[in-house]
């Protein structure tokens, strides 16, 4: 533990922040997996990938993700998603 307070408070800073950020990545991962498996079901399909495209959107603003990625992971979902309407 450190002796210095600001170097203190950092360390709580720093495993608030952990925590938040392993929070929210495991909500989009959820999310993702309710997106693929209604894209195999065949129900509610535009639904859940809306709601993933929001997620994936609000990652990337945040900087959980980074932009290119959220882009990759929406592309790779509506590619799927397109591929089982037809």
């Given at each position: ?21 392993t929070m929210r990545k495991s909500a989009l991962k ?41 882009a990759r992971r929406k592309s790779r979902l509506a ?8």
């Open positions: 533990m450190p002796n210095i307070k600001s170097a203190i408070k950092r360390v709580k800073v720093t495993e608030t922040k952990t925590l938040k950020n959820t999310s993702i997996k309710k997106c693929k498996e209604a894209i195999a079901k065949g129900e509610g399909a535009a639904e859940a990938y809306k709601a993933t495209t929001k997620a994936l959107d609000k990652a990337a603003a945040k900087k959980l993700l980074h932009k290119n990625t959220a590619k799927a998603m397109n591929a089982a309407a037809k």
